[in-house]
């Protein structure tokens, strides 16, 4: 319905209030516009473990950006290199972490030697 034809329709206040809602976008289910919601999370309160290897701050840069430390620590403690490179890899491909192919060797390694099964105990 083009703008000049709205007075025109309307003959009633009822229904060039209708008309009015319709063209608005609430329709006949009454339905209110969209509103933003926000959404805070709490702090976290997990780090990454902290380590001298390259991949410690591409981690941080990169893995923390999306998910909390956290998840590592509920990986299994004897994750080979190659679970490790398969994780960032899921993270790159399905979940599109913005992780350059050059830094991934580095952040394996890191999460490899820290919490996988190259962890010193």
Known sequence: MRAGD??????????CAAAL???AGLGAAGLAPATVKTY????????LT????????????HCTACHSAEYMQYQP???????WRAM?????????API??????DIVDYLAATYGNRQGR
């Open 50 to 61: 902290p380590s001298p290897l390259p991949g410690y701050a591409k981690a941080q840069a």
């Open 88 to 96: 960032v890899q899921r993270m790159k491909t399905v979940f599109h």
């Open 40 to 47: 805070r999370a709490p702090p976290d309160t997990v780090r």
């Open 6 to 15: 709205l007075g025109a329709r309307c003959r009633t206040a009822r229904r």
């Open 21 to 23: 809602a319709a063209a």
């Open 100 to 105: 350059d192919e050059a830094d991934m060797p």
């Open 77 to 83: 403690p004897d994750a080979t290199r190659a679970y």
